[in-house]
């Protein structure tokens, strides 16, 4: 009996020491327990959100927490880039750039956040080919015809972009140097917006992301002059690459990553990574990518920041080169 009486004074004495004992694991211990936010600084139907969209779903089988998405375009990504980098450093908030994200730190000199210091890289997810799409009725059947144009009236032809600092603005201005042609860079919020200007007549040109232009192209409303991949992509196998094309150095990789706060801990950036990677390597996604011109393109954190750096640096050069600036 006397055991039994001094039994729970001790258990509580014992509680009161050691909050935690005797209690189950708390869920927020446990990454993730809640919905995870995928930022896309893109448009919705943009090449960045397809992408983000179709990895998300399959992570969110396997995390078993819902992966939003939430677009907000605007400045070429760095709206987004500000957002994330400012947020809350927990793993659930999770910036989806392309290939443009490395140029940003050059194109605009005062950004609210350090794109190498403030955000870390989890890993990048695919790659994909941007392809040189023009109206049909221009009558412009090949990158010479466009070139010719160009050099015949300097400055009087125009392209698209997905918006200043995009990957599909980058894209243009390498081509653009390479091809030692000048043309009016008209920028918009997204692809779709871009690729309806290039649809409409109003705008020349535009580097769009594969997996967004294939309708339009099959349908016969954007006709096809290149792909700026290293290889010619499967799904236009006529379609030479930017430098088959006549256009030396002008092949250019976009890609689209996972990037978080650098103050995300350790363990959610890796479990973010292997899921990422797992569902990157299922053939239902291996499939589903393949039918956009995208393959997987994983890497383990610490290699993609390196690899981040290298391309925040090669596109310094680049941006002076083309004098880039914001608009």
Known sequence: MKSSLLFGPLLA??????????????????????????IVPFSAGS??????????????????????VENRPGAGGTI?????????????????????????????PNLSYDTLKDLTGVTPLVALPNVLVVNPAKGWKSVADLVAAAKAKPGALNYASAGVGSATHFNAEKFRLQAGITAVHVPFKGTPEAMGDVVGGRSDWFFAPL??????????????????????????????TTVEAGVP????????????????????????????????ATPELVERLARLGAEPMVMPSADFNVFLRGEVEAAARIVKAAELKPQ
């Open 80 to 108: 987004a880039a500000a957002a994330v980098a400012k947020g809350d450093a927990d793993g659930y908030t999770v910036l989806v750039p392309s290939s443009g994200h490395a140029a940003n730190p050059s194109i605009y």
């Open 47 to 68: 090449g960045t959100d397809i992408a983000a969209r179709a990895v998300g779903e399959l992570m969110a089988r396997s995390l078993g927490q819902p992966v939003v």
């Open 13 to 38: 004495a014992l509680v009161a020491l050691h909050p935690g004992a005797g209690a189950q694991p708390s869920q927020a211990s446990v990454f993730p327990s809640k919905p995870i936010r995928f």
């Open 211 to 240: 997996s967004s232009a294939l309708p339009l192209i099959r349908e016969g409303r954007l006709q096809a002059l290149a792909v700026s991949s290293a290889q010619r992509s499967a799904l236009l196998p006529d379609v030479p």
């Open 249 to 280: 150095g002008s092949d250019y990789t976009f890609w689209v990553a996972l990037v978080v706060p650098a103050a995300t801990p350790a363990a959610a950036v890796a479990r973010l990574q292997q899921e990422a990677a797992k569902a990157l």
